[in-house]
């Protein structure tokens, strides 16, 4: 059993730095591949017709009962892999915000669809999660990555996808628990597109 809040930001987490991994996303056609969903849908993002989407990507969701993989210090030495937990539920407290602004959310990782689940309904989830288990859509997009433990794993970033293009994306994500306030703001105008 694990001794640490998932829920929780360590206030001493190693900073991310921009290493450049998402500039050539901007303006980049979104892929045709399908995404398992959390909801028992297959996801196209880059469905031209869609609202705006959000996407934020992340390493992976903890559960209360099982360690990180390669042990709690070794992840949290990893600079913006710790606050998967935090990151999601910050998107569930301002979900209705997008909402309001007619705009789609989805959390995606390389973790599979039963995996995630678990995650959508302990932590009351109300948007789907999209697994890329296979890192096809990833490897398109060739999206920023890390190995760790023997896992590929996504790197902390957001991408807002309009009409199947990546309009802005958000890297590196830190802390992750202000994404979901940071790309409202975005999205009302208040911050300037990078």
Known sequence: MRNDDLATLPPD??????DGATDHLKGTVVPAIELVSTDGDRLRLDDREAPRTVVFAYPRTGRPDEDFPGGLDAWNAIPGARGCTPQACAYRDRFDGFEAL?????????QSTDYQREAVERLHLPYALLSDDSLRFAGALNLPRFE???LTLLKRHTLVIDRGRIEHVLYPVFPSDRDAET?????HGEAAPA
């Open 13 to 18: 987490l190693p900073v991310p730095v921009d």
């Open 148 to 150: 760790h433990a023997g």
């Open 102 to 110: 007619g705009v789609r959310v989805f959390g995606l990782s390389t």
């Open 183 to 187: 790309v409202l703001a975005w999205l």
